[in-house]
């Protein structure tokens, strides 16, 4: 995709099974982190998608409407483990193309 910032984007579509996968995310230390996910929804409508960590805390992101090929960081706190986390994004009411994740603590 040339619109994105690497060389390609994963796409997330509507149904069961449908999953992305950050596995082998790996922190220093355990705490608090700020996450950065640039997706793009170019749909007319918002997109709500379920971000879980290591199987267990779950959050539920809503993703507004963006222009085709228009990558808008989405930002939350998610507490992660020292050593390696798994991030998954499921259950997205609707397609999204995803860029990539930025983590910060």
């Known amino acids: 995709n040339p619109f994105s910032s ?3 984007v994963a796409r997330l579509t509507e149904g ?6 950050f596995d082998h995310t790996v922190v220093p230390r355990s705490g608090t982190y700020q996450i950065a996910l640039a997706m ?3 749909s007319e ?5 379920e971000l879980k960590v290591n199987g267990g805390q779950k959050k539920l992101i809503t993703i507004p409407p963006t222009d085709r090929n228009i ?11 020292s050593g390696d986390n798994r991030i998954t994004l499921n259950n997205a009411s609707g397609r999204l193309d995803i860029d990539y994740m930025d983590i910060t603590f």
Not at 16 to 21: F, N, Q, V, Y
Not at 45 to 49: D, F, G, M, N, S
Not at 75 to 81: D, F, M, Q, V, Y
Request: charged share 30%; hydrophobic share 35%.
């Open 6 to 8: 690497g060389w390609g």
């Open 16 to 21: 069961d099974g449908e999953m992305l996968s």
């Open 40 to 42: 793009s929804n170019p």
């Open 45 to 49: 409508q918002a997109i709500k998608v």
């Open 71 to 81: 990558y808008k960081p989405i930002k939350l706190e998610i507490k992660l483990e």
